[in-house]
């Protein structure tokens, strides 16, 4: 092969690589509440049909602006699953604080987000969960934070099956 051949190959494969950063994934407790109640700290109040959760207290609170409904954590979209069954996921929205979450990466789920990872009898799961869309917050713990790639769709999980044989290692 001549030589300019060589190299033009090298440069195109050089230019036409890229890396992959791995999907941050945050492992803990998923319950359920019923956000239909009240308002959640977001400010906003929704039904127990709705797909949303609760966060950890610690790390709603690293995020805080003072007004709780300003917290730049509300509405960030994230997909969970239950650690047992790592098949099903779930989108959920975060709407709310959840105060008795004892760990830093617990959620409280709605019950139409928790029948959808187990059954409610049992109370209490080990969940894993990745934000859905792009991070922006560069502090506190979820500070670069990547987004992962699990779609639910009618319970099933849709995901790049590198990314879903790594998650199921959990």
């Not at 977001?42 to 690293?62: K, P």
């Amino acid at each position: 092969m001549p030589r300019h051949s060589s190299i033009l190959t090298w440069t195109l494969l050089s230019i036409c690589s890229f890396t992959t950063q791995a999907q941050t994934v945050y492992t803990g407790d998923g319950t359920f509440y019923s956000p239909s109640v009240g308002l959640g700290s977001c400010g906003q109040q929704y039904q127990d049909t709705d797909l949303v959760a609760a966060l950890a207290e610690v790390s709603m609170q690293a995020y805080n602006p003072g007004n709780p409904n300003n917290n730049p954590l509300c509405g960030y979209k994230v997909n969970v699953w239950n650690n047992a069954n790592p098949s099903t996921t779930v989108t959920v929205t975060i709407v709310d604080t959840c105060p008795g979450c004892q760990g830093q990466y617990d959620l409280d789920l709605s019950p139409a987000a928790f029948n959808q990872l187990a059954d409610p009898s049992v109370g209490r799961i080990q969940i894993s969960w990745e934000f859905a869309e792009a991070f922006s917050l560069t502090t506190g713990p979820f500070a670069g934070a990547v987004p992962g790639e699990r779609v639910a769709i009618n319970q099933k999980v849709i995901s790049n099956p590198e990314v879903a044989a790594s998650r199921d290692e959990l």
